[in-house]
């Protein structure tokens, strides 16, 4: 018999770890080749780990709500025949990154370690800081009496800034030498000195439910659309312009050639994709909207990438992101929207799949709203809202003077972080796109 380690796999360039949210299989069962194992969640994504062998299920290496770094043993399978990777500790820390530790901060982990047991100290009350910290680095600050301001003080390196092992490693290292970083003093210093400010946030009264009322848990993808719906608003100086439309010649259009383009193609030809072209086509026109902001600094996106927010089957939104969006044609683009769409809605999506975006459209015209003031997608620095195709009439003019019309026309509602774009931007940008869509040739061939 032999044992076999099942590691997180790697799910993404830009994915670094996972949450547990499901074990599928307990000690004892049985596992198929290519069985799922567990199921995990990356940011609003949830995937499974596939057994790569044979075999039972003798342990489980992390519980529910664990997060999991990609590399790290998730669970030991027994099989019948000979594995190459043979487990040799079970250690729910261990990790590819252990291998990179220092000597001395190996040295500090032991001793953290042996020590853990004996601390009869009061435990460091993380509820008062807003950052994520690992079980890991919880275990070290209470071992070492580090406290919360002086851990809030230490300069992450991890994904988001996150503080990992090696970072607090290093600060218990460097106070026992007496070298306590000069940033972390002046912060306990400022902290400690500083008077406390009377009623600097407003109280939020806590609602009382009646007998009659439901009381309903948020999901996890709530909980994760929530916080980061609320961190953009609390991060970005949210502006909107407005225009209006007319996609005339795009519905009659349309309506010509997606029949043929159904049995040629094999693919729907939605208004989605023909509105991803004209925003890709903008942004190379005004790359400032394709942006990020990094404290102080701008970062300039070399690729343009389009989210598209898309429904789940719990009705929940996600982004995925299709990737190049400028380098596709129109057949290209329809295939790549389609595709996102349909594994959004079959909750199919990859990791990876939601990475990297630099701007984002949502269609909020699919349930019947005529325009919006979308919330930008961080850390992008624009958001198209796509407002429902009315018939309208409409003043048309002609070399031979106005008259009134029916007209196919469409608000377009462009929100921008006005940190670093201004309104000229911002108008100019949605202008672009509706210019774009007015100039549809009715004769193009697709």
Not at 225 to 242: E, G, I, L, Y
Not at 357 to 372: A, H, K, L, P
């Amino acid at each position: 018999m032999a044992k076999f380690e099942l590691k997180l796999p790697k799910m993404g360039e830009s994915v670094a770890e996972a949450t547990i949210t499901t074990w599928l299989k307990e000690v004892g069962d049985t596992i198929e080749l290519d069985e799922a194992v567990v199921e995990i969640a990356t940011d609003k994504v949830d995937s499974e780990v596939p057994s790569e062998v044979e075999g039972v299920l003798v342990e489980k290496l992390f519980e529910i709500d664990d997060v999991v770094q990609v590399g790290q043993v998730i669970a030991v399978i027994e099989t019948e025949g000979d594995v190459d990777i043979v487990v040799e500790s079970t250690a729910k820390e261990t990790s590819l990154e252990e291998e990179k530790v220092p000597e001395e901060a190996k040295v500090i982990e032991t001793q953290v370690a042996e020590t853990a047991e004996a601390v009869t100290g009061s435990v460091v009350d993380f509820d008062g800081s807003t950052k994520f910290y690992s079980p890991l680095v919880k275990n070290i600050a209470a071992t070492e009496g580090i406290s919360l301001v002086e851990l809030e003080s230490i300069e992450g390196t991890g994904k988001d800034g996150r503080v990992t092992k090696n970072d607090i490693l290093d600060f218990v290292g460097s106070r026992k030498n007496g070298k306590t970083p000069i940033a972390a003093k002046s912060v306990v210093e400022e902290k400690v000195n500083k008077p406390v400010a009377v009623a600097s946030t407003p109280k939020v009264e806590p609602v009382v439910a009646s007998g009659a009322d439901e009381i309903i848990e948020m999901t996890r993808m709530g909980k994760l659309v929530a916080n980061h719906m609320v961190n953009s608003v609390q991060t970005s100086a949210h502006v909107q312009s407005f225009i209006e439309a007319d996609v005339t010649n795009i519905w009659n259009w349309r309506k010509k050639v997606k029949s043929g383009f159904m049995a040629r193609e094999g693919e729907n030809l939605t208004f989605t994709p023909i509105f991803m072209e004209a925003v890709a086509k903008a942004l190379k026109d005004f790359p400032m909207m394709n942006i990020s902001v990094s404290g102080d600094t701008i970062i300039k996106k070399k690729n343009i990438n389009l989210g598209m927010a898309a429904a789940l089957p719990d009705g929940n939104l996600i982004v995925p992101v299709i990737k190049n969006a400028d380098q596709l044609n129109l057949v290209g683009m329809t295939k790549a929207v389609n595709d996102l769409a349909n594994r959004a809605r079959t909750n199919s999506l990859k990791p990876d799949d939601i990475q990297d975006g630099t701007y984002t459209v949502t269609n909020v015209g699919t349930f019947g709203s005529i325009m919006g003031t979308p919330i930008i997608n961080q850390p992008q620095v624009g958001i198209l809202a796509l407002g429902a195709i009315r018939k309208v009439p409409a003043v048309i003019e002609t070399p031979d003077g106005d008259f009134i019309g029916i007209r196919y026309r469409m608000f377009l509602s462009h929100s921008y972080d006005h940190r670093v774009v201004n309104g000229a931007l911002g108008g100019q940008f949605v202008q672009r796109v509706k210019d774009y869509l007015e100039a549809w040739d009715v004769n193009q061939e697709i």
